[in-house]
């Protein structure tokens, strides 16, 4: 089982900057990845940002330039860093995690999400 827990999220103008922090807890699996995903109300919910074990990072096409994921999964650990927030960057942003339990069952887990509003 893993547990996240998400902070950093608040209010900030266009242009601003927000860093969210991921704390995960892990009991029994194995995580090979930490990142993030937003949701926007009545919209699915899209990738930000992952990171791999081996620190490589993957990112959404149009997240790329303006986002930084970082972390560190040895230690559970893992960052999202905004920078020149849009009003379309408005949404809630979830931590997630996937995890081996044995050898090969594959676990997702999400933690409860923190609110970013960009207001001009």
């Known amino acids: 089982q893993v547990e996240l827990v998400e902070s950093g999220g608040g209010l900030v103008q266009t242009g601003g900057s927000l860093r969210l922090s991921c704390a995960a807890s892990a009991r029994g699996v194995y995580v090979y990845v930490l990142g993030w995903y937003r949701q926007v109300p009545g919209q699915q919910r899209e990738l930000v940002a992952t990171?791999?074990?081996?620190?490589?990072?993957n990112y959404a096409d149009s997240m790329k330039g303006r986002f930084t994921v970082s972390g560190d999964i040895n230690v559970n650990t893992c960052y999202l860093q905004m920078n020149g927030l849009k009003l379309d960057d408005t949404a809630v942003y979830f931590c997630?995690?996937?995890?081996?339990?044995?050898?090969?069952?594959?676990?997702?887990?999400w933690g409860q999400g923190t609110q970013v509003t960009v207001s001009s």
């Open positions: 997630y995690a996937q995890a081996y339990y044995g050898s090969d069952i594959k676990l997702t887990y």
């Open positions: 990171i791999n074990r081996d620190g490589t990072a």
